[in-house]
């Protein structure tokens, strides 16, 4: 019960739930191995869980291509649509569970959310080949850093 | 072959001394660096271009202090080769696609066709693929990417459809449909500002060419994705459909109308813009984008944030680095070089600058490329016997640069902006995967270019 008068708790209505278990998602087809430890974790310890969806537009930094767009509105936009699918399927796992979008650096927002949350356990999934947002050996050092800056217990799957 | 070359004394000399200046070896250098830093994203586009740019430079005024072999390409010179009709026409357009996108009217249009196919999985993949690729041709082709993938990601998705299926289709679909207009695709704005063609005329000799190549790319990609759609979903969630539909709400119905009916007036003086003086594009987007300014009054700062400089440093860069080309003879041992491999023959002129065209817009970016084609081309057309009385190496030029960039995702800006939207679906697209639907639609649209070019100017 870290998560007792933290504002962005609250914020997820968070303050009843026995714990709290972040899982960062982008989406993609069916559950992922990631996604779906989480859920499993979830039903295990009676928790909920956070999908958390990360827009990231660095890749238009590689193009000089004329961008008129508001990319940051068209991605939100995308990743609620996309943490609504997760969180349907969840749910129907009868699993108790928060969405949220953040905008920034993949790393450094997983850490802030799971401190701002008071997480009690971050999932993480491995690296899945090129284009991957880390690679493995990264991937342990991250986890640890999560570990030793918040008190939450890192999960690799 | 020499009676050909002694009509251009330029091409004549390079060949005959068959060595090039300094200043043409190093203004090739530079063009060289400029372009391993964007084929290897070394460097962001823009600010590569703009190194390369002031390189040019540099190199002409300290270089050229002491020892006047270094003498690129001189400030006031340089100036002449940036194409300003290019930057002001793309300047236009960016105005009035950042006005006109605000009001989420592609959003609001992918769900109506969405609803109109009413869950016919390959009409819902044939619509978008059309509305991509028409968006493409009137607006630009990133944004018609940036406006409609995210939203057919999400359809594809609540339809239990892989998004590559439609995703990467749409990329092709926007190259291709940006070769029917002059202003769909930069290297269609690029080599059409150069031959000074009109709107209308561009559009009369490529339409024909982007309309058959899209209905080409339809059926190949019914063919490679046949088990794919057989897996879609009739029905999607209430939930998924009702957060969809919140989102493909027109935002702001007075600027909507205001930009349509702006943007039909601009259309109709594109087409009819020679008929006064051959007035320019860029004045005839101005007009549109000024225009649109003044009637929706849009808050000044904010639209000037709209407009990508990033777009229009990256043009200006490129002008100069392919200028010092031009200015140093570089340009000139290219095209005797290209000349020698034509052999004089027109046919053989118009493969080979489709099929070099194509294949180079795969693996390098396709605007530095046409860039630095088009004076190429431009000698070409004075050289071969033939070539100067229909622009058929201009057409073949932006046939090749524009469908070429099909080939890998590296060919042109919408295949790495899809990419990127696809990767934070959870979609990482790698090189041979969009190599394997990139390849059979680059080939076959590159023969009916071919077979086009051929039996329409010859």
Redesign the interface.
Known sequence: MKNKNNPQAADLELETTPGIILCATRGSEGISPTEQEAIDLAKEHDYTIVFLYIVNTHFLDKTAAPIVVDVDDELSDMGEFLLLMVKERAEQQGVNVRTLIRKGEVREEIKQVATKICADMVVLGRPAGEGSAFELASLQAFAEEIEADTEAKVIIV | MHHLLDSIPSVVNVITESSLSIAAIVSMLIFALVFIAIAF?LL???AA?LLGGVAVLLVTYIGGTFNEELILLPFEDAMLFIDWNVILL?MG??IF??IL??TNVFRWLGLRLYTLARGNTVLIVVLLITLTGVTSAVL?N??AI??IV?LS??LS??MGL?PLAVVIAEVMASNIGGAATIIGDPPSTIVGSHIGVSFAEYFVNMAPVALICMAALVLINQFQYRKEYTKGKKTV?P??LD??SS?AQIVNHPTLYKSLVVGAATFALFFVADMFGNMPTSVVALSGAALLLAWVRPDMHEMMH???W??L??FIGLFIVVGGMEATGAIDWFAAHMLQLAGGSLERATLLIVWISGIASGIV?N?PYTVAALPVVELLTVSVPGAAKNNILYWALILGADFGGNLTYLGS??N??A???L?????????GRFMRDGVPVTVVTLIIASIYLLLRYL
Not at chain 2, 423 to 431: E, L, M, N, P, S
């Open positions: 994203r962001n586009e823009a271009a793309l357009m960016m696609m950042a996108s605000s630009n990133v944004t940036l406006l995210p990601i999400q998705l609540a892989n969630s939930a998924l957060k969809l989102e709209e407009v990508d990033t777009t440093i990256f970016d605007i800006a919408p790495i902006v990419v990127g939207l990767a934070q679906a959870g979609y990482r697209v790698t090189f």
